[in-house]
């Protein structure tokens, strides 16, 4: 089911569904059926709970069983998060986007997995003020931890740069942003999700 919404703030119209099609292949239907009435469309794909687990499953399934987790190579799927506006960081907020993310680094749970990251600035994109990725973990009993720690810390960054333009995404999939509660996915703090995910994997590391 997509369902629409006026945005004052953005000034323009956005489409939102869960699960089923990707943005792009909603994004090319509608330029396929009207390419004016499309111009300017915001595109907001959400995932069920029931969808994360299924494709944290599938990423552990894709996997060699006999890589360590610690050490095992990077996977495709990354979680994405950037902010622009026209004025560049003043130093109290470097100052603030500093302390945001020694904080998150000195309590990140993971030794050997990857955490909130931020890009060095780019002279020739001054615009973009905030940038940067996080892989996600092999071990799917990790995902959603981490996928919690890192959005909780992009809350706080946006928080600390309200004026901004921000943009968080796992791939194709746009993380809502909730005045209240920032940042979230379904499930990312359901221990029993959490646990669910961790069984797929037996005391070897092979997928059960």
Not at 28 to 34: D, K, N, P, Y
Not at 85 to 99: C, I, Q
Not at 179 to 205: C, F, H, K, Q, S
């Amino acid at each position: 089911m997509v369902t629409t919404e006026w945005s004052d703030s953005a000034r323009a119209w956005t489409f939102a569904w869960t699960d089923g099609p990707t943005v792009a292949q909603v994004r090319a239907a509608c330029l396929e059926a009207g390419p004016e009435a499309s111009d300017g469309l915001r595109y907001v794909r959400t995932l069920s709970e029931e969808a994360v687990a299924l494709g944290a499953v599938r990423l552990t399934v894709s996997r060699p069983a006999v890589t360590p987790p610690s050490y095992a190579p990077a996977m495709s799927v990354s979680l994405y998060y950037s902010a622009q506006r026209a004025t560049p960081l003043t130093d109290a907020e470097s100052a603030a986007v500093e302390r945001i993310v020694a904080a998150h680094m000195a309590s990140f749970p993971y030794e050997y997995e990857e955490s909130l990251y931020l890009y060095d600035r780019d002279a020739d994109e001054p615009q973009k003020i905030v940038t940067g990725s996080t892989k996600m973990p092999f071990d799917p009993g990790r995902l959603m931890p981490v996928i919690a720690h890192v959005l909780d810390s992009v809350t706080e960054l946006r928080r600390a740069l309200p004026d901004a333009e921000w943009r968080v995404h796992m791939d194709d999939l746009d993380v809502p942003w909730d005045e209240t509660e920032g940042y979230v996915l379904p499930g990312m703090r359901d221990a029993g999700l959490i646990a669910e995910l961790a069984a797929a994997n037996d005391e070897d590391g092979a997928v059960r």
